[in-house]
């Protein structure tokens, strides 16, 4: 049986491969985008072509790796070492417990895994508002704004920490986006930005 033919019967194989190919296509395209430009700089199709091709290599290895690896346990069977558990031996989960946020799995910070999914549709609200906030008051501010946010009302961490850590994060986006890749990053309508 040849490589393609067990890549295409196994399903996370066909997925890496899948990803691969995306990556392959991703690097070639960066490529033609030109990886350096004028004084040597990096220009747009740098950041595809490295990409891509770390993706195109890692799954491309994955895939094989699923294809021709040893596995771990046989299909259907326990891996080695390990016991088979005895039907009596395994805590029914009770469903009800599940759907009301009330179960057992909790995380380190404490957060139930209903929790975890309302913090997860904040974030994305959130991040929707920063991005109509970058019209108003750029990039900069916006992204700030967003990091404060997410890390007092998400993560529950002190004002100060939060001031800290959203300065910080947004004094990097600024030292590597605007002033080392000299990309410009929106100003909106108070011109907090680097757009010339």
Known sequence: MSTLVRIRDNGEATVYAVLALVGLA???????????VDGGRVGPGFLP???????TVLCGWLALRCVHGERSHPPGGPAEGVEPHLVEDIDPVDIDSVDNGTDDDVDISGRTR????HNLWKVFGLTLGAILLVQVVGFLAA??????????????Q????????AAAATGLIYGVFGLFLEIPLPGGLLGLGTEG
């Not at 209903?114 to 999914?117: P, Y």
């Not at 002190?158 to 850590?165: E, Y």
Request: glycine share 12%; proline share 2%.
């Open 114 to 117: 209903r929790e975890r999914i």
């Open 49 to 55: 072509l490295v990409a891509g091709g770390l993706t």
């Open 143 to 156: 992204f700030g704004a967003l990091v404060f946010v997410i890390s007092t009302w998400i993560e529950r």
């Open 26 to 36: 991703a690097a070639v395209s960066g490529a033609f985008y030109g990886v350096f």
């Open 158 to 165: 002190p004002l100060l920490k939060s001031a800290v850590i």
